[in-house]
């Protein structure tokens, strides 16, 4: 009896397993019983549940337990401390030597290197789910990594030993959880699947974003996440021949696979094999897999490989292929189509044939894709040797946190980066010994460092899917110039990450003051550690030059200055503060005996002001634009390590406002707080607070009547407007939309929200269509755009027509308070470093912007 009781459950449990072998895999595949399938080991079918990442990472660890095939590591961890996991699958002959095949496949970005391809393994990365809430991907990789170690036979055999595969379940586990958890606590029995159900429409800010509300599948480049850094770290360990990228989109569409739009989509600095030969022959593959299951799908429309910071793009920017795959989502479970119901597991299934397409595709044409990475980095020398320019060389020496953070950034990304070994002085700009750096264009990576520092404003098409341009050096408003070989450029050392490591000499204790230069951009986390301590602060607003250590020094507008007598604190106990500052922030900290100064202010001045401490509250939820949001609570929390108090939209009635200093409205639509609430903002900013808007937030309080502004009125449509062919609508709309280019604007470095720059020319980012006239007040214009303003990207002429002379920051005065209005966001995607500190201006000093009188000349 009990024989025939197991004999049925194995029964059961074995037709089970076949039906779902049979349904997602192709046939006549036999496997390993040995090895749990995901429904056996989850205990309920793939597409039955949103797996969450704590089930996946367990399911791994046990097929490296029960295998010699697979083999499991932990890359990193999430902020919210979920680990980031790839499983390793190859034959065990490869396991047995992988190091020295890994350092071996490394030669192949090695000119200098001799190495025989025709033996190598190829190196296969499958990357899963980077936008939580396209969840398919991550179930696709549970079910991809069992077939590739269950799998029996001569070809599943031979396909180990000629493949090192990386399986990467998911690239943002903080968001699939977020987005799993709603859908599985709202699924139905039976599913729901009309679109308008809770269940397919997620509260805000969904789980595509991590957990600050970031676009993890923008971050490849600017690496401003921990994601990405770990992800990125686990590259370079391997630079994989093919990487996959898997997504998901609307409901009623079917499933793409590249090549992507053949005309103007591609980056002009990668090698024409990527796109003409390596796509094509891929997607010969991918097309066989989804006509032997029926699916639909389609190719060379829409996406574009382009910006470099892709998953699917940076790859193909290190002699690898870049592959980006979107499938028609569930959002769910099951929702009805234009067709019929789209369920979970057939978006599962479509995402699982196209992995195996892709391992199929990479054994078979493993030697052209190794041969492929080796003349990538052979030609990338060869044309770095041939350029003009022969190096470039950047660096401020008043703001050297900024300036390591970029060098950071370069050395993060495998670009050798020296340093300057003897002053240099290039037009404006002069770049100081052991304070700029050198990257020379005769390397590997020269198309990377193209990458960093190259401004293009010509494009062979107008239509883009994300930003035009990514000039990182003007992203971290960097002075950087380009050299030629007439230049003589005197390079030091190669530098090391543990070269950037600031050491402050030890603060010597003072009986008067310390002084902390604002230029730096630490100082604002510095700043912020002070006043958390209750020390009391003040800030220059006229600068000064005093005497340091024996030697006068100028100190500029918005430096620091902490006296100690003037505190709650005992001059030892203010002197531990100042260390624990200096250490924090990595800044030097200067002492002085005097506030009787040699030139400009004294100390005791009263244009030396005491900094209120920020007591900030941005709101957040309905629309609101998440990922410009989490950018700013981002940004305060790993730069300054300051709490931000993030309030829903919803309950804004609700909020004691008068408990804060500073309202944060980022770019959206803030409609949900009606007439009261905007009454209620404008009482309290008219009794002194600071208000902060940000992109379409200012049209939203300018239209409102929050703000005594106007936004540049539309042109008018021409009378006789030429007739065009409704087919190019798409492409003319798609032209004339600003979707994200770098320009040069004028800074007025005196007023308050303009203190720590020393250069009044500053790269802003635009990626909207918000003008605003400029102020009645000629004070209260901060930035405004220079009369030639673009410096790299695309941009329609008529929208750089009314770019040219507008306003980028400005203050609008409201009773005893003010608006600080960012036109353009001075946090955009937590990297664009060069214009944070307009932000930090804002919180610290916002108190302090008053309206100066100003009294037109009469006509």
Not at 88 to 95: G, M, R
Request: proline fraction near 5%.
């Amino acid at each position: 009896m009990k024989k025939n009781l197991l004999l049925a459950v194995f029964t059961i449990c074995a037709s089970l397993t076949f039906a779902q072998n049979n349904y997602f895999f192709p046939t006549g595949v036999t496997f390993d019983p040995v090895i749990p399938t995901p429904e056996q080991f989850l205990g309920y079918p793939i597409g039955d549940w949103h797996t969450r990442h704590d089930r996946i990472v367990p399911y791994f660890q046990e097929l490296a337990r029960v295998s010699p095939k697979a083999h499991f590591q932990i890359i990193g961890y999430t902020n919210e401390r979920r680990p980031q996991v790839v499983l390793t699958i190859t034959s065990p002959e490869n396991y047995a030597r992988i190091e020295e095949i890994r350092k071996e496949h490394l030669k192949l970005a090695d000119p200098s290197q001799s190495v025989n391809v025709s033996t190598m393994p190829v190196v296969i990365t499958h990357g899963y789910n980077v936008h939580g809430n396209e969840p398919s991907s991550s179930e696709a990789a549970m079910l991809t990594a069992y077939y590739l170690i269950a799998a029996q036979g001569d070809e599943a055999n031979k396909t180990l030993l000629d493949a090192i595969i990386h399986i990467d379940p998911n690239y943002n586990p903080d968001g699939r959880d977020r987005h799993s958890n709603w859908a599985n606590m709202h699924k139905g029995f039976p599913p729901v699947s009309d679109p308008m159900d809770r269940e397919h429409n997620e509260v805000w800010p969904g789980g595509r974003f991590n957990h600050y509300w970031f676009d993890l599948n923008r971050d490849w480049l600017p690496l401003a996440h921990v994601e990405s850094r770990n992800r990125i770290e686990f590259f370079h360990q391997w630079l994989p021949n093919v990487c996959t990228d898997y997504h998901e989109m609307g409901t009623n569409s079917t499933n793409f696979f590249e090549p992507t739009k053949p005309i103007g989509s591609e980056n002009p600095v990668i090698p024409r094999a990527n796109y003409d030969q390596l796509n094509p022959l891929f997607a010969k593959y991918f097309a066989k897999a989804m006509d032997d299951i029926g699916s639909l799908y389609f190719s060379k429309e829409n996406f574009d490989n382009s910006y470099p910071g892709y998953g699917s793009t940076y790859p193909d920017i290190h002699g690898g292929l870049g592959l980006v795959f979107e499938q028609a989502s569930s959002r769910g479970h099951v929702q009805k189509s234009s067709t019929k119901e789209v369920t979970f597991a057939f978006t599962i299934r479509n995402h699982v044939r196209t992995s195996l397409a892709t391992v199929k595709a990479g054994v078979e044409n493993r030697e052209l894709l190794l041969k492929h990475q080796q003349e990538y980095f052979k030609s990338a020398l060869d044309e770095g040797k041939k350029s003009a320019i022969k190096a470039y060389v950047f660096g401020d020496s008043k703001d050297q946190s900024r300036t390591k953070a970029f060098a950071d950034l370069l050395l993060k990304h495998r670009i050798e980066t020296y340093a300057l070994s003897a002053d240099l002085t290039i037009g404006a700009n002069k770049y100081e010994k052991g304070k700029a750096f050198v990257v020379t264009t005769d390397q590997t990576q020269y198309r990377m460092v193209r990458s960093m520092f190259e401004k293009v404003t010509s494009f062979y098409d107008s239509v883009f899917y994300d930003a035009s341009t990514w000039t990182m050096a003007l992203a971290y408003g960097v002075p950087h110039d380009p050299i030629g070989a007439s230049i003589k450029v005197s390079k030091g050392d190669k530098i090391k990450s543990q070269d950037l490591v600031a050491t402050p000499p030890p603060v010597a204790k003072s009986t008067y003051a310390y002084l902390i230069d604002w230029n730096e951009y630490n100082a604002s986390r510095a700043l912020y550690y002070l006043l958390s301590k209750n020390v009391y602060v003040k800030a220059a607003f006229k600068p000064f030059a005093t005497t340091v250590n024996g030697t006068k020094r100028q100190f500029g507008y918005g430096t620091l200055m902490i006296p100690v007598a003037d505190q709650d604190l005992s001059a030892d106990e203010l002197f531990t503060a100042m260390q624990e500052a200096s250490a924090t922030s990595g800044l030097e900290i200067y002492s002085v005996a005097t506030g009787f100064n040699l030139e400009g202010v004294d100390l005791g001045s009263g244009n030396v002001r005491t900094v209120q401490m920020p007591k900030v509250v941005m709101l957040v939820g309905d629309g609101v634009a998440a990922t410009d949001a989490g950018a700013h609570w981002f940004l305060l929390d790993s730069k300054l390590k300051m709490p931000i108090t993030k309030v829903n939209t919803s309950q804004f009635g609700q909020l004691r406002i008068s408990d804060y200093n500073t309202l944060i409205l980022v770019s959206g639509n803030y409609g949900i707080l009606g007439e009261a609430g905007v009454s209620k903002i404008k009482a309290w900013v008219q009794q002194g607070g600071t208000l902060i808007l940000e992109k379409y937030a200012i049209s939203w309080a300018i239209n409102n009547k929050l703000i005594d502004e106007q936004l540049t009125k539309e042109d008018e449509t021409e009378k006789n407007a030429k007739r065009l062919d409704y087919v190019i609508a798409g492409d003319y709309q798609g032209s004339r939309a600003i979707g994200g280019s770098i320009y040069q604007a004028n800074l007025d470095i005196t007023h308050p929200l303009g203190f720590g720059f020393s250069n009044r020319t500053l790269s802003v980012y635009r990626n909207h269509t918000v003008f605003i006239e400029p102020s009645k007040n000629p004070f209260n214009t901060v930035i405004k755009y220079t009369a030639s303003p673009l410096l790299s990207g695309y941009i329609h002429p008529t929208n750089l027509a009314k770019i040219k002379n507008s306003v980028s920051l400005q203050v609008s005065n409201i009773g005893q308070g003010r608006a600080i209005l960012f036109v353009d966001d001075p946090a955009f995607r937590g990297y664009w470093n060069g214009t944070n500190k307009l932000f930090f201006n804002a919180l610290f000093f916002g108190s302090h912007i008053s309206a100066p009188r100003f009294e037109a000349a009469e006509e």
